[in-house]
């Protein structure tokens, strides 16, 4: 049973980081926002509670207009994955 609840978590995990990860890039180019709402408003819904609270902690405007919060927000999920996995081993 751990074996399918950890696969399960390591594919929601995944497509969280292949998610923001598009999300970034998508960031980089705002033509693609404005010919893709909605499809971008969903991806800013479904990302966003794992990259504000970085974007708190770390605004852009201090780290000279960088936006570092979905590279924290990956780091994070990797730790909550790993996490997870040795709880589950146990």
Known sequence: MPGILFS???AIVSLLMVLIFIRA???WVPEIAY???RPV???DRVTSP???PFAK????SKAG???FSPLFAVVALQIIRKLLF???VR
Do not use: A, K
Request: aromatic share 12%; charged share 25%; hydrophobic share 50%.
């Open 8 to 10: 399960v978590i390591d």
């Open 25 to 27: 890039i998508i960031s």
């Open 35 to 37: 010919n893709y709402r």
């Open 41 to 43: 408003e969903w991806l």
């Open 50 to 52: 794992f990259t504000e």
């Open 57 to 60: 902690l770390v605004p852009p």
């Open 65 to 67: 207009g960088i936006d």
């Open 86 to 88: 040795d709880i589950l």
